[in-house]
């Protein structure tokens, strides 16, 4: 089966630049999403298609996708981005798979 | 605006059965792809299966598969998810996800419901 490797913890202080990995094997001919669910809540889409933002995603969220590794940068980040973060793709093989998440902490 | 709502979650018995349901509004439901993702209680996300939007394509995870049977109304705007033989690991809060295509042909989820619980215990 395919495998999304994500690290399980990044801690950045406020209006630092967070950046999210996703490794897996060849994911750069794969398209990559990204999710962020605070405790208690939904999961919402803040990346999709490895670098496109959803209308209402702030310009800060941004992704890119090459190689073995993509990634999530959070620009000038804000307590309110503490959360988990989720990447996503669909593999031939395995069907649909997540990473196993990411929990940011805002210092 | 677009709104999925879950409903039928509960407590279970192993080995029983449950049909969560995930009502639809704000946007044209047949149209689109839909997918049930669940979350085990402090751990990550898991797909669990996939309908298109006419129901005639149906993928579902291992973990599930001949246990758990997707199904949809258009008509009523509604997406379904029959759980037959529960497991204690089957133990999550479901979430009703509505599918958009990447550049790649394949599934992500562009708006989720807010989940049910359910739980399955003696």
């Known amino acids: 089966s395919y495998v999304l490797t994500q690290p399980p913890s990044v801690s950045v202080a406020p209006g630092q630049t967070a950046r999210i990995t996703c490794g897996g094997n060849?994911?750069?001919?794969?398209?990559v999403h990204w999710y962020q669910q605070k405790p208690g809540q939904a999961p919402v889409l803040v990346v999709y298609d490895d670098s496109d933002r959803p209308s209402g995603i702030p310009e800060r969220f941004s992704g890119s996708n090459s190689g073995n590794t993509a990634t999530l940068t959070i620009s000038r980040v804000e307590a309110g981005d503490e959360a988990d973060y989720y990447c996503q793709v669909w593999d031939s093989s395995s069907d649909l798979q997540f990473g196993g998440g990411t929990k940011l902490t805002v210092l | 605006e677009v709104q999925l709502v879950e409903s039928g979650g509960g407590l279970v018995q192993p080995g029983g059965s449950l049909r969560l349901s995930c009502a639809a509004s704000?946007?044209?439901?047949?149209?689109?792809?839909m997918n049930w993702v669940r979350q085990a209680p402090g751990k990550g996300l898991e797909w669990v299966s996939y309908?298109?939007?006419?129901?005639?394509?149906?993928y579902y995870a291992d973990s599930v598969k001949g246990r758990f049977t997707i199904s949809r109304d258009n008509a009523k705007n509604s997406l379904y998810l029959q759980m037959n033989s529960l497991r204690a690991e089957d133990t999550a809060v479901y979430y009703c996800a509505r599918g958009a295509t990447g550049w790649d042909g394949y599934n992500y989820f562009d708006y989720w419901g807010q989940g049910t619980l359910v739980t399955v215990s003696s």
């Open positions: 704000g946007f044209t439901f047949s149209s689109y792809e």
């Open positions: 309908i298109s939007s006419s129901g005639s394509t149906i």
């Open positions: 060849n994911i750069g001919s794969k398209s």
